[in-house]
């Protein structure tokens, strides 16, 4: 049940139920989630642990916030991981994952995201499937342990950001040259292009924070 509770509860966070900077308290949080205090308790630690919240003495937990310089060190963390993992990746030549990756990326072009909110959700997690599906080609699973902390901190600004500037078609026309280099076997491009993406995705996510109120903290019944 704890085991439950904290995937149900991480998943909450990086689709931004609760945002960054929310405060977190459990009678709330256990009666929105529709779950008991007591697994809800014991999956907070491990939350903690991977940096996603931050508990404070007898006023909850709150959901990371991270300030533009953390942001811009996450994102370097991140273009690095996933540069080398795509590299790696481009050298197998996953002929299966190459015609996922288009299913995906077209999937993702036909949805109304612009009007239509359930289309936004189905968007970022084909955004989410569509990543894992590359780079866990390259087979490097301490890589991909280690990228799996670092985007769970990053995802909630990525999901964020993409809704303020609405850039998804922005977004969606990367994806299909890092596919289109995937399939190439190109491993320099798609090296090139991976590092760009993750740049460019947290050049925006730093100018929407200038012109939003992105972090700032709410209850978690709001």
């Not at 963390?77 to 995906?104: C, F, H, T």
């Not at 076997?185 to 925006?204: F, I, P, S, W, Y």
Request: hydrophobic share 45%; net charge neutral; with cysteine.
């Amino acid at each position: 049940m704890p085991e439950a509770v904290y995937h149900q509860l991480k998943t909450a966070i990086l689709t931004g139920v609760f945002r960054p900077g929310q405060t977190l308290r459990q009678e709330d949080v256990a009666r929105q989630l529709g779950v008991s205090r007591g697994p809800l308790r014991e999956a907070l630690p491990k939350l903690e642990a991977e940096g996603m919240i931050i508990a404070k003495p007898h006023r909850g937990c709150t959901v990371v916030s991270l300030a533009p310089a953390e942001i811009i060190e996450i994102f370097e963390l991140r273009a690095m991981l996933e540069a080398s993992l795509a590299k790696a990746a481009a050298r197998k030549k996953e002929p299966n994952a190459v015609r996922r990756l288009r299913e995906i990326a077209s999937t993702m072009r036909s949805l109304q995201v612009s009007i239509n909110e359930a289309d936004q959700q189905r968007w970022f997690d084909l955004n989410y499937e569509l990543h894992d599906i590359l780079l866990a080609v390259a087979g490097r699973r301490h890589h991909l342990r280690v990228l799996q902390i670092v985007r769970a901190l990053a995802e909630p600004y990525i999901r964020m950001e993409i809704c303020l500037a609405r850039s998804f078609a922005e977004a969606q026309d990367e994806h299909e040259g890092l596919i289109d280099a995937f399939a190439a076997g190109d491993c320099e491009t798609l090296e090139k292009l991976t590092r760009e993406h993750v740049q460019r995705t947290a050049q925006r996510i730093i100018e929407a924070l200038g012109e939003s109120k992105i972090g700032e903290q709410q209850p978690a019944h709001a």
